[in-house]
């Protein structure tokens, strides 16, 4: 669920609280363990996240860690770039380890319809290097205009492998303008050191409700998400939980998650 302010501002988005006083969006459940700090552009969409960690487990684990990720945005408002650091200091029954990631995202629209995101990314653990590479590629074939600039979990779920919150902050529009059609097609490639190790498509299909809004979406077979409550003067709906989210195939792990926790 989302809940607003009384100056129709998301304040509470799934998990995830933003305290807009303080700059930062935390997770209720796990209090300062994990929380962001975050600066918006003139437009209001969110420009920066930093994010500093400091956890233990009772296996003998300890992770020391920050990671900072800037977020691009073209004329019309639309996210055109996220660039992102991370660097993570590891220690397991008293083994010491380091690792870290740079990556790039791109987005690629065509008269306002997003038809491409391109993700790079460069890890290094402890000095041994690898790269890698997710191609999505989006079609509209008889699609529908988005009139009511919705944000669907189709494209949401592409950004939610980036980095977890950024999923839900683009849900309330603070990750740009959604594209101007709904997709139909997703079409994903991922690669590791320039070999390709898989692709899939997902057909994406939606019901709406009497005055136009998105009533649920399904995803190849799978309903993820029904609709409901939109705001009718921010645009802007207030969903449920997903009802089904398949594992991803992909290999390349998310910013602020080490890979031994995912």
């Known amino acids: 669920d989302f809940d607003y302010d009384e100056e129709g501002r998301p304040v509470k988005i799934g998990e995830y609280d933003i ?6 969006i935390y997770s209720y459940e796990y209090n300062d ?46 996210l055109n770039k996220i660039t992102a650091n991370v660097s993570n200091n590891v220690t397991e029954d008293g083994e010491k380890y380091y690792e870290s ?4 995202a791109t987005f690629t629209y065509n008269n306002g319809k997003l038809t491409k995101i391109v993700w790079d990314a460069t890890t290094d653990e402890d000095g041994e ?17 988005n009139s009511l600039a ?33 997709p139909t097609k997703i079409s994903y490639e991922w690669y590791e050191d320039g070999e390709m190790e898989g692709h899939n498509s997902k ?7 009497s005055d136009g809004t998105l009533k649920s979406e399904t995803y190849q077979g799978t309903v993820y998400y029904t609709y409901s409550n939109v705001l009718s003067e921010a645009k802007a709906f207030v969903s449920k939980s997903p009802i089904a989210v398949p594992e991803k195939a992909s290999r390349r792990h998310g910013f602020f998650r080490s890979r031994l926790n995912r």
Request: charged fraction near 25%; include cysteine; hydrophobic fraction near 25%.
């Open 150 to 182: 919705q944000c669907t979990y189709s494209i949401g779920d592409i950004i939610g492998e980036y980095e977890v919150f950024l999923q839900y902050l683009y849900y309330v529009g603070m990750l740009g303008k959604p594209t101007s059609y709904l």
């Open 33 to 78: 363990d994990e929380q962001a700090s975050f600066k918006l552009n003139g437009s209001g969409f969110v420009s920066y996240v930093n994010m500093e960690w400091e956890d233990y487990d009772d296996s003998s684990l300890v992770e020391k860690g920050n990671g900072t990720i800037n977020l691009s945005y073209d004329g019309s408002g639309r």
């Open 129 to 145: 290097k690898t790269k890698y590479k997710e191609i999505y590629t989006i079609e509209y074939e008889d699609a529908q205009e």
């Open 203 to 209: 057909a994406v299909s939606y019901s709406f409700n």
């Open 101 to 104: 990631e740079s990556s790039t």
């Open 19 to 24: 305290d807009y006083d303080k700059g930062i």
